[in-house]
């Protein structure tokens, strides 16, 4: 069997994606914010559900984006429900999808995990670009090895991979590394946190938990300098870090996955400023 691995990358790889909330106005504030034509990747949670998820989807692709709706498996029923869903999709000019297994405390359906809804999305669109989740820092519900199966399984059908969110270099780096030698070859988009006050962050970090990077902060290294020292995190240290560790053979990380929190005006003065 051939693998998404084996694939060309996918297009816009070397770019960053931003992750925005569906939320009211949210496509006006993306078009005010960010670049003309930018990859936009529009979260699935079971409080805003599905729907809210698509219509932004479909208003940021109208609008000129690379729109990126989230698909989460445990809030689709079954193959004919995913099927549908990229039906709407492809009728409004959407053509990735990102795939996690969501939230939702009870499965609306067939699907309890991510691996069984990637593998009917391939099937049912051949063409499609799939992107999937992993947890460089430790999956809450797996140990390691189980999770490197995982995510082998799932690179059967994805085209690239994002980190949850990472504050450190050396654990995501050495995950990579662990990825590589198990053959292992997505792209991989490291998942960063825009620049956003100090409060919001631990406060958004403790929910969706992300691992050793969040513990750091009751310590006394240069990360927790880096997040507390002006009362705002900058990922930019971060970031010259993982482009450092990019130039080693093999790593192939591609373009960042910036988790905005919506905060749209604070990522443009990011990105003015660099």
Known sequence: MTSAADRDPPAGATEAQFEVIPLKGITDRVEGHLPPGARVTVTASPAQGLAATIAVAGELAAAGFTAIPHLAARQIRDRHEATDLL??????????????????????????????????????????????????????????????????????????????????????????????????????????????????LLRIGAKVGVGRSLRMLSGRGSGMRRLVGPGEWDPDALLAELARGQEESGLALAGPHVYTFNDLEAVARWRAAA
């Not at 990735?96 to 593998?119: C, H, K, N, Q």
């Not at 690179?155 to 270099?169: G, N, P």
């Not at 654990?171 to 991989?188: D, F, K, Y």
């Open 87 to 200: 039906e709407q999709l492809a009728a409004a000019g959407v053509h990735e999808v990102f795939v996690i297994a969501g939230d939702a405390t009870r499965p609306a359906g067939d699907y309890t995990g991510s691996l069984g809804l990637l593998e009917d999305l391939a099937a049912a669109a051949p063409g499609i670009t799939l992107g999937m989740g992993a947890h460089p820092e430790g999956h809450p519900f797996v140990d390691e090895q189980e999770a490197i199966r995982l995510v082998r399984a799932k690179a059967e059908h994805a085209s690239y991979l994002v980190t949850q969110m990472c504050f450190e270099a050396p654990p995501l780096l050495q995950w990579v590394r662990s990825l590589r030698e198990a053959g292992i070859t997505l792209p991989i988009r490291p998942g960063i946190a825009a620049p956003v006050g100090t409060a919001r």
